[in-house]
Each structure stands twice: as C-alpha cells, then as structure tokens.
C-alpha cells in the first residue's frame, strides 16, 4: 500500500524537542516536495515547513523559524522536521504531504499524506 507513515511525536514540556518523521512506504519521495501542516483544535490548518523535491529549498512559517528544522534523508526515503525551542502554541496534530511539484509553494494537488500525529506542549 502506497502511503506516508509518520512516527514522533508526544507530550513535551515548554522549551523540550520534539522530531517527527514521515516516510514513504510503498514508493520513493525522492520524486516528491514535502510539506508539513498542523491543524490545533478549532483552527484552521496552517503550513508549517517545506522541503523542494531536491532538498535544495525549505521554508518556515514565521512561528517557527530559527525553532524548526526540516531536512531529508534519500537513502531512507524519509523528510525529518526537528522542533526545538517547542511552545504551548504548537500543540496541534502535524500531517505531512506529499506532492510531485519540484519546489514549495507549488499548485501541484498533494498525493499522500500521512496519518498525522499529535505533538502536545504543556507542563
């Protein structure tokens, strides 16, 4: 079954780490642009980071910059996104997506996305 898997997550406290993971199973994401969403309950879902088909490009919302850091491993076909720094405002449930368009912020439909994971912030 062609999917993404996503694994990480949990309960941390303010200023902890977090490192969430999605991989492809299935297929190669070699070929695909990732980007990573949270959706907090009662918002709207928000894009959070990306990383370009070949790895050359990533961007960051503004409420994570210089916190989060996405990066991809080829060999393991998977796209990491390591959050530091972590705050109450980042507890959301985070889905990764897959979509063919060779950079961020491409129209190109998404075609996997992974089961999402809550990662929850608090003392």
């Known amino acids: 079954q062609l999917q993404l898997v996503q694994s990480g997550g949990g309960l941390v406290q303010p200023g902890g780490s977090l490192r969430l993971s999605c991989a492809a199973s299935?297929?190669?994401?070699?070929?695909?642009?990732i980007d990573w969403f949270r959706q907090a309950p009662g918002r709207g879902r928000e894009g959070v980071s990306c990383?370009?088909?070949?790895?050359?490009?990533?961007n960051y919302a503004d409420s994570v910059k210089g916190r989060f850091t996405i990066s991809r491993d080829y060999a393991k076909t998977t796209v990491f996104l390591q959050m530091n720094s972590l705050k109450p405002e980042d507890t959301a449930v985070y889905y990764c997506?897959?979509?063919?368009?060779?950079?961020?912020?491409?129209?190109?439909?998404?075609?996997?996305w992974g089961q999402g994971t809550q990662v929850t912030v608090s003392s």
């Open positions: 299935g297929f190669t994401l070699d070929y695909y642009t």
């Open positions: 990383i370009s088909r070949s790895g050359g490009a990533t």
């Open positions: 997506a897959a979509t063919r368009g060779p950079e961020c912020a491409s129209t190109t439909p998404y075609e996997y």
